[in-house]
């Protein structure tokens, strides 16, 4: 086996699951810590030999019960303290649609809701950088 001598940080994903009709996002509430109890952009860690892409959208089902076409990469967030867990890194991705989803609660989420843009609750890690990523707010 090959030992790697430079550190390797966790790589996770988040989705923006954009509806442009209402002018909202879609949250959840986290179900564990860090940040339990508080709001985030649905998202996980990244399983082994997993596309970025393929995990977020597998997250977004697990917690959200949304199966939804390919997203659109927005960038990679890696800045430290991101996650008081250690090193992660996030690759984000961005879903448009065009009229609101029913979703509902799933594994590592307490709930699911829709919140619009003007009115967004404190979020969780850095995902109001995320959303500003994105040029939502």
């Known amino acids: 086996m090959y030992r790697y001598d430079y550190p390797r940080p966790a790589l996770t994903t988040d989705a923006v699951v954009y509806d442009r009709s209402e002018n909202r996002i879609l949250l959840i509430k986290r179900k564990n810590p860090p940040f339990e109890g508080k709001w985030a952009l649905p998202g996980g860690f990244v ?3 997993e ?3 393929q995990a977020c959208k597998r997250e977004l089902k697990e917690e959200t019960d949304l199966e939804l076409p390919e997203g659109k990469m927005l960038g990679v967030f890696a800045e430290k303290g991101r996650d008081p867990r250690g ?3 996030s690759v984000a991705f961005l879903f448009l649609i065009e009229h609101t989803l029913a979703a509902r609660a799933g594994s590592d989420s307490s709930e699911a809701a829709w919140f619009s843009l003007s009115e967004l609750p404190e979020l969780a890690f850095d995902h109001g950088k995320i959303l500003q990523e ?3 707010i």
């Open 51 to 53: 596309l970025p892409e």
């Open 47 to 49: 399983e082994k030999y």
């Open 87 to 89: 090193w992660m890194v």
């Open 134 to 136: 994105a040029g939502l």
